[in-house]
């Protein structure tokens, strides 16, 4: 699941499973005893360019919180053997698994491309274990934060954060990161931008914007004002 393109939470608009689903905000476990309810819950997210790895690194490896990134969770359910693939290969067939039944990346997504229907569904299936798996390791986490980064812009979703922060960054701080970082062409980098959801739309969704223009010791002051504002219900 790639929540940054435009309409790709659409298919997410299903709901999950009732036991966690998006909308019903996950039963807690104490921590260490401590009321569950202290735990903070934000979802992260931002185009492409903005500095969100930077961001969640910072949150993991600075304020312990525990990432929780979606797409690597889509990822795992689609390993062989599991309910998610199971369902994949009865709605599209086998032909985009290799040799020892894992998802040829590139076969995949030749068929997602042929079919204009094709992703909504595949969204349709995914989407809703995604979410369900996600509400299961909040539940589990034993962390006082625990930070998803996942773009959605519907509120049945967005009902199990606490809060959700925008990482912004320019245009032209955007397109410099990636044409340093990932060597794209300037022309490259502004198409993928254009396809993926606009400031406005990111902002709109947001509780808090947080700032990426400037350098990590920046960024992290905000975070850590972002963080205090959050826990004193600021």
């Known amino acids: 699941m790639t929540p940054e393109t435009k309409g790709r939470a659409a298919g997410g608009e299903t709901a999950a499973g009732k036991e966690n689903g998006p909308g019903n905000r996950p039963e807690r476990k104490p921590e260490n005893g401590k009321d569950a309810e202290r735990m903070k819950v934000i979802s992260v997210t931002g ?6 790895s930077e961001v969640l690194q910072i949150l993991e490896r600075e304020f312990g919180a525990e990432v929780i990134r979606a ?10 053997g599991t309910v998610c693939l199971e369902r994949v290969v009865a709605a599209f067939g086998d032909s985009f698994l290799d040799g020892d039944g894992r998802i040829d990346r590139g076969r995949l997504a030749a068929i997602l491309f042929s079919d204009p229907q094709a992703t909504g569904r595949m969204n349709a299936i995914v989407h809703p274990l995604v ?13 006082a934060r625990v930070v ?6 519907d509120e049945t979703h967005n009902a199990m954060f606490d809060e ?22 300037e022309e490259k980098c502004r198409a993928i931008m254009a396809s993926q959801a606009t400031q406005e739309e990111y ?3 947001a509780t808090r914007v947080i700032d990426n223009n400037g350098t990590l010791a920046e960024v992290r002051e905000e975070l850590k004002r972002a963080l205090k504002a959050l826990e004193e219900g600021v």
């Open 47 to 52: 185009g492409v360019g903005s500095g969100k």
């Open 71 to 80: 797409d690597e969770v889509a990822h795992e359910l689609m390993e062989p």
């Open 131 to 143: 979410w369900e798996e996600i509400g299961r390791r909040i539940a589990a986490s034993d962390r």
């Open 148 to 153: 998803v980064e996942a773009a959605l812009f």
């Open 164 to 185: 959700i922060w925008y990482v912004y960054a320019s245009e032209e701080t955007r397109v410099r990161r990636l044409m340093e970082s990932r060597g794209y062409t």
């Open 203 to 205: 902002r709109r969704a």
